[in-house]
């Protein structure tokens, strides 16, 4: 979605912005003036209750933003990063990767001035550039779907920009406010096979950013192209202590919270919580310990909301996993936490969805071992259905999160898949086990190859149609037959 600014919708956002400091200030005075709690035997019980409920809420609340920033931390900044390789089992250096797609990576900084993005003519290719502030809301896209597959260029401006005071030195096909400083680029440009790697990097060699100030000097961001897989990292994580809470006054002075924000944030000063703010120097033991507990139940709380929710959408979908929500959170900040934590990155629902699955249909483990089959079936006309310049994917990984190695190099079976056979009435089977099917099962041609040993699926499902997003659709099945 890309969003075009109008005069007074920045009127409207700088008055926001203008309050929500005036509420900052005042909360971080009232911490600065508010006495230290003298020791432990001093908090009665309604007030640990009261501290914890700003630790959990504090946890809620930041976890997104402080794993996000883990997470980009790791990428050079302000650079156009291009992934120019598919992965394969031998990928080590992110989890879950994918068979469909070449990455481009970007980390930007919109708080001085706009960013000019050029993107080039990607025909009938399914290309993206997903834009998420430092929330993790996205808040908008260039590409197929939301700009159309011609390219050109277009200005990426902060919160504060105004067109009066900054204007933009090239005309654009369109202005895409972000609304935080820090933005985290995700690109998407489809890839059919290695044969076909060729033709995506020439089209991501076309993808260039280049600072408002200088343009017509001929000086862009620079390029960092991946030609090979990097080192394996140390997966992010967070964990519910009192250094998070330093990190979260860190990360939200860095990256103001939203308007819409104003009394959450307002509410956590009093314990000495906030943008900008360190507890850890303010606070008794006794408050810290109380914040840490309350923390600890929000960490809870978001596994909790994890259960729930795969617990309906397997009774809801056959089996898969899908959560609702993603990607525009507003103030659920509970959701935001769960996909940060689970799925840091992932599309609109309009954009893309990933069902996932780690049982059959009937909610036996997904295991390869001792022979075992599985069949995933759709009834004819029934694959997943996308609309143009689009693609599907069924895509397996081994419990470590990972491609398993296998005798034909496949790791993902879907729509680009060549010589899939379908069944006389129309319908397609598509064979998961450790060995080869039988040659009345297709031989290689449907075969998902799996470890003897646990696994899970993803099915990617890009611009998908009405029936998908609206729950109309129906998910295949995924029976264990041997």
């Known amino acids: 979605m890309c969003i075009t600014v109008t005069t007074g919708e920045r009127s409207n956002q700088m008055k926001n912005s203008s309050r929500f400091r005036q509420l900052l200030t005042v909360g971080v005075i009232a911490a600065a003036v508010m006495p230290a709690t003298a020791s432990a035997a001093s908090l009665t019980s309604s007030q640990k209750k009261a501290i914890e ?4 809420n504090a946890y809620t609340y930041g976890y997104a933003p402080v794993y996000m920033q883990r997470s980009v931390s790791r990428f050079p900044q302000n650079m156009v990063i291009n992934v120019q390789y598919l ?3 031998l990928t ?172 959450l944030i307002a509410s956590l000063a009093a314990y000495g919580v906030g943008p900008g703010l360190d507890p850890n120097k303010t606070q008794t033991s006794a408050v810290m310990a109380s914040l840490v507990k309350g923390a600890k139940s929000a960490e809870a709380a978001i596994t909790a909301k994890l259960d729930a929710t795969v617990k309906a959408s397997k009774k809801k979908r056959n089996g898969w996993i899908l959560f609702d929500g993603v990607g525009s ?9 769960v996909i940060a934590k689970f799925g840091l990155g992932a ?37 997943p259905p996308i609309n143009a310049n689009a693609f599907w994917s069924l895509t397996l990984y081994a419990d470590d999160q990972f491609f398993v190695a296998n005798p034909i190099n496949r790791f993902a079976v879907g729509d680009r898949t060549p010589n899939l056979m379908k069944n006389s009435d129309g319908s397609l089977d598509i064979w998961i086990s450790a060995a080869q099917p039988s040659a009345a099962r297709g031989g290689v041609k449907n075969w998902l190859p799996a470890p003897a040993a646990k696994f899970s699926l993803i099915m990617r499902i890009y611009l998908p149609k009405t029936s998908v997003l609206d729950g109309t659709w129906k998910y295949p099945k995924i029976t264990k037959v041997s």
């Open 53 to 56: 409920k700003v630790g959990a």
């Open 87 to 89: 992965a394969t089992d």
């Open 92 to 263: 080590r250096s992110i989890v879950k990767p994918n068979a469909d797609t070449l990455y481009t990576i970007m980390v930007l900084d919109v708080g001085e001035e706009p960013l000019i993005i050029h993107t080039p003519n990607t025909g009938n290719r399914y290309f993206s550039l997903e834009m998420l502030d430092a929330y993790t809301n996205v808040f908008g896209y260039i590409g197929n779907r939301a700009t159309g597959t011609a390219g050109g260029d277009y200005a990426l401006v902060g919160p504060n920009w105004n067109s009066t005071t900054t204007p933009l030195n090239k005309s654009v096909s369109s202005v895409i406010r972000s609304n935080t400083s820090k933005v985290w680029i995700i690109g998407r440009t489809l890839v059919d096979d290695q044969a076909d790697v060729a033709n995506a990097v020439a089209l991501q060699n076309g993808i260039s950013a280049q600072k408002n100030s200088k343009v017509g000097t001929g000086e862009f961001l620079g390029n960092f192209n991946l030609s090979a897989p990097a080192a394996t990292g140390t997966p992010v994580s967070l964990t519910a202590d009192a250094t998070f809470f330093k990190e979260f006054g860190t990360v939200t002075a860095a990256q103001p919270p939203l308007a819409a924000d104003a009394s």
């Open 329 to 337: 959170y507003g103030t659920d900040y509970l959701t935001r936490a």
């Open 347 to 383: 599309n609109l629902p309009v954009e893309s969805v990933y069902p996932a699955a780690v049982t059959d249909s009937s909610g036996k483990e997904l295991n390869g071992a001792s022979g075992n089959v599985f069949k995933v079936h759709f009834n004819k006309d029934q694959t």
